[in-house]
């Protein structure tokens, strides 16, 4: 993966739009992998579901947590992708109450497969997904990868560690 270009895919997602109105003032708008990381330092981390427990309650709010740290080793923005549509991961942000970490819906799971990190996890009713990973992206280049161990179809756990903010944060810092 290291010294790779991050593959080149349009997003759909859903931005809100006052002028117009109602309960869902939402349009979709389309943004591509070279908006998202061209020109500049970011972390991306995937995960198998928007509201699963190990994403919801330590990888994600842990990212979020951090952010400021991140920061000041010239990291300019940290992004989430799940393969989740749009309308899922907005619901998750805003239940995350997050300020920091921008969410990136793969809803058909393209990026995903094209990473090479898509897998199966019909054992646990979720369909394809995206296996759990981090990478630190240079102006859409990948100079730090990491993997959790395992990746299989139906793994039976779901392994965290390797893509750990804190982990992440160890290696940029060392």
Known sequence: MLNRKVPIVTFKTRVR?????????????????????????????SLPGAFTPTCSTYQLPDYEKLFPQFKTLGVQAIYCMSVNDAFVMNAWGKQQNLKNIELIPDGSGEFTRKMGMLVHKDNLGFGMRSWRYAAVIDDGVITAWFEEPGFEDDHAEDPYGESSPQNVMAKLSG
């Open 17 to 45: 739009d006052e002028s117009i109105g109602g309960d869902n003032p939402y349009k979709w708008e389309y943004t591509t992998s070279s908006d998202y990381f061209s020109g500049k330092k970011v972390i991306l981390f």
